[in-house]
């Protein structure tokens, strides 16, 4: 099925530091989606974007909805131990699938304390 | 507390022997699907919801079966378990279609 590309692949980064990741697509999309994993557990929101230019924070998180509607990043600011997991964007495309919550492969993050 | 439950938390079966893995949720919500993740493949759709007795296949439904009897709850089933269905198993739901899902803590199951 259709994916989202995002990257990075992983990260490892130190603690107190600034991490960026972001999600592309050669389509429009309508809504992103970010979602933060913990190590067995399920996918939990952190951002929901509605409106192209949007831009959202939620703590030290903030994300933006691109303004071509065919990206989005996120921005976890000033990274701290309990940042880590596996964070993943997700959408949907202004297409005949716009049911369709299309997803990214992930961004997995390690924090070195 | 508002929330997505799925049992088993963990399950060991073989080959053949059908299994049913329950998911309920308390939100009245519309909208139910079901994800397997694999690594590297990350979350992949198998089966979804839209509503009581409305069920749809998603990108890797061979192999599972689904029902939406009552709004609360979606059982997924599998009827025969091979080897390649071992994985991680999330249920998910939301208001409609295009809400932000609420996941449920995963099972893992292992098919020998």
């Known amino acids: 099925g259709q994916q989202l590309n995002q990257s990075p692949q992983s990260m490892f980064i130190q603690e107190g530091e600034d991490v960026s990741m972001n999600c592309t697509s050669s389509?429009?999309?309508?809504?992103w989606l970010w979602y933060k994993q913990d190590p067995g557990e399920g996918p939990v929101l952190l951002i929901a974007?509605?409106?192209a230019g949007e831009l959202t924070s939620n703590g030290r998180l903030t994300a933006q909805f691109g303004t071509t509607r065919k990206d989005s990043f996120l921005n976890i600011s000033a990274s701290i131990p309990s940042d880590v997991g596996i964070y993943f964007c997700?959408?949907?495309?202004?297409?005949?699938?716009?049911?369709?919550?299309?997803w990214g492969l992930g961004t997995s993050l390690a924090v070195n304390p | 507390e508002a929330q997505v439950t799925q049992n088993p938390r963990y399950l060991i079966t073989v080959t053949g022997k059908k299994l049913t893995v329950t998911c309920s949720q308390n939100?009245?919500?519309?909208?139910m699907s079901w994800y397997r993740q694999d690594p590297g493949l990350g979350l992949r759709q198998i089966y979804y919801?839209?509503?009581?007795?409305?069920?749809d296949k998603g990108d890797v439904p061979e192999g599972y079966k689904v029902s939406r009897k009552e709004k609360r709850n979606f059982p997924l089933i599998l009827e025969s378990p091979s080897p390649n269905q071992t994985s991680l198993y999330f249920c998910?739901?939301?208001?409609?279609?295009?809400?932000?899902?609420?996941f449920g803590n995963g099972t893992r199951l292992t098919v020998t």
């Open positions: 998910a739901s939301g208001l409609s279609y295009n809400s932000p899902l609420h």
């Open positions: 939100m009245n919500h519309e909208y």
């Open positions: 919801s839209m509503n009581v007795e409305v069920t």
């Open positions: 389509s429009i999309f309508n809504t």
């Open positions: 974007l509605y409106k």
């Open positions: 997700a959408g949907h495309p202004n297409a005949v699938n716009y049911r369709k919550l299309i």
